[in-house]
T-cell receptor
Framework: GEDVEQSLFLSVREGDSSVINCTYT??????LYWYKQEPGAGLQLLTY?????DMKQDQRLTVLLNKKDKHLSLRIADTQTGDSAIYFC????????????FGQGTTLQVKP | DAGVIQSPRHEVTEMGQEVTLRCKPI?????LFWYRQTMMRGLELLIY????????DSGMPEDRFSAKMPNASFSTLKIQPSEPRDSAVYFC????????????FGPGTRLLVL
C-alpha cells in the first residue's frame, strides 16, 4: 500500500541544523517533495527530488534520498526562527496519475 | 500569476446550512485537487479532477459532499447539509502536466460549523 510516515515534532535551537525524516513504502515513486506550512497558510513547495537522484542542495536546504531504505530527509542549515512551521513529505506514485501521498507533517519548533 | 485562489477565506455557518467553497486554479493547469486538513486526521485528499473530469472521489466523506468543475478555471466544493464535524481547513491545489508533478496550494478556506 501507499504510506508516508514522519515524526510529529522536532525542536532545535536557532543556528543549529535541523533534520526532518520521512519514510515511504511505494518503491515506484517518481518524485518526492517537501512542503512547508506556516500558521494559517497553505502548503508551500520547498523543494523536490527525482527518484533517480540521491541528493539535492538548494541554499540552506539539503535533501537526501535513500531508495534502498525508502528514506527521505530534509536538512535545514543554520535554522532560523522563521523556519518554524509544519513540514510535509509527499511522494508521487507512478501508478497513480496526478495524486500525491502526504505524510502527517513534522512540526519544527526553533527556539531563540 | 496570482496562484491558486480560494474563496471565501473564512466561513462560519450553522449546522444544517449549505456551504459552497470556491477555487480558481492556476491558468494552464489541468489537474485540480480538493483537500481537507484537521488536527485529528491531518491532510486528506477528497477528490481530484483532470481536464475538468473527476478522476478519484474516494476521499469524499459522504453524500453530503459534492464537487464540480464546470470549466478549466473554476471548481466548487459543496457541503449540504453541513455538520460541526465538517469544521476544517479546505485546500484547493492545482498542477500542470509537465515534469515535476508539483501541486501548488491555495491559502485555504477555514470552515467553522456551529
Amino acid at each position: 500500500g501507499e504510506d508516508v510516515e514522519q515524526s510529529l515534532f522536532l525542536s532545535v535551537r536557532e543556528g543549529d541544523s535541523s533534520v526532518i525524516n520521512c519514510t515511504y513504502t511505494d518503491s515506484s515513486s517518481t518524485y518526492l517533495y517537501w512542503y512547508k506550512q506556516e500558521p494559517g497558510a497553505g502548503l508551500q513547495l520547498l523543494t523536490y527530488i527525482f527518484s533517480n537522484m540521491d541528493m539535492k542542495q538548494d541554499q540552506r536546504l539539503t535533501v537526501l534520498l535513500n531508495k534502498k531504505d525508502k528514506h527521505l530527509s530534509l536538512r535545514i542549515a543554520d535554522t532560523q526562527t522563521g523556519d518554524s512551521a509544519i513540514y510535509f513529505c509527499a511522494e508521487s506514485i507512478r501508478s497513480n496519475t496526478g495524486k500525491l501521498i502526504f505524510g502527517q507533517g513534522t512540526t519544527l519548533q526553533v527556539k531563540p | 500569476d496570482a496562484g491558486v485562489i480560494q474563496s471565501p477565506r473564512h466561513e462560519v455557518t450553522e449546522m444544517g446550512q449549505e456551504v459552497t467553497l470556491r477555487c480558481k486554479p492556476i491558468s494552464g493547469h489541468d489537474y485540480l485537487f480538493w483537500y481537507r486538513q484537521t488536527m485529528m486526521r491531518g491532510l486528506e485528499l477528497l477528490i481530484y479532477f483532470n481536464n475538468n473530469v473527476p478522476i478519484d472521489d474516494s476521499g469524499m466523506p459522504e453524500d453530503r459532499f459534492s464537487a464540480k468543475m464546470p470549466n478549466a478555471s473554476f471548481s466548487t466544493l459543496k457541503i449540504q447539509p453541513s455538520e460541526p464535524r465538517d469544521s476544517a481547513v479546505y485546500f484547493c491545489a492545482s498542477r500542470g502536466s509537465g515534469g515535476g508533478e508539483t501541486q501548488y496550494f491555495g491559502p485555504g478556506t477555514r470552515l467553522l460549523v456551529l
